[in-house]
């Protein structure tokens, strides 16, 4: 009798590791989820930030849109040496200043590697 109970008392040992085993692999597939998650919350944050800036330093036009007494231009309201040293910092190679679609891609870089207060409209994209 007592080695019944024994291989019971295993049993249920083992059954308790296996049940252990479940909850640790839920756990960390709620942990990938929840980074995932963060990642995914970031990213938009990061995007908001940008049409916010896009918004007050443009309007969201671009061809002909001179700013900074003509020293800067287009949707994002780059200057010239500031775009070209963001190109070089952030090793993207081979963007036009005077694309649009290259100064939302170099902003939404320097938004999300901390050079977003070169914008005078940073501040107000993230106060809201």
């Known amino acids: 009798m007592s080695a019944m109970m024994a291989g019971i008392g295993v049993g249920a040992h083992n059954g308790r590791s296996s049940e252990r085993q479940t909850i640790a692999a839920e756990v960390l597939k709620l942990e990938a989820r929840a980074e995932s998650l963060?990642?995914?919350?970031?990213?938009?944050?990061?995007?908001?930030?940008?049409?916010?800036?896009?918004?007050?330093?443009?309007?969201?036009?671009?061809?002909?849109?001179?700013?900074?007494?003509?020293?800067?231009?287009?949707?994002?309201?780059?200057?010239?040496?500031?775009?070209?040293?963001?190109?070089?910092?952030?090793?993207?190679?081979?963007?036009?200043?005077?694309?649009?679609?290259?100064?939302?891609?170099?902003l939404r870089w320097a938004v999300s590697n901390g050079y977003g207060p070169s914008w005078s409209c940073y501040d107000k994209a993230t106060s809201g």
């Open 38 to 106: 963060e990642a995914a919350v970031n990213l938009l944050s990061i995007e908001k930030i940008v049409a916010d800036i896009i918004v007050c330093e443009s309007g969201g036009r671009h061809d002909g849109l001179w700013g900074d007494v003509g020293r800067s231009y287009g949707v994002a309201q780059f200057n010239e040496e500031t775009f070209y040293r963001f190109v070089k910092k952030s090793g993207a190679g081979k963007l036009d200043w005077k694309d649009r679609n290259d100064q939302i891609f170099l």
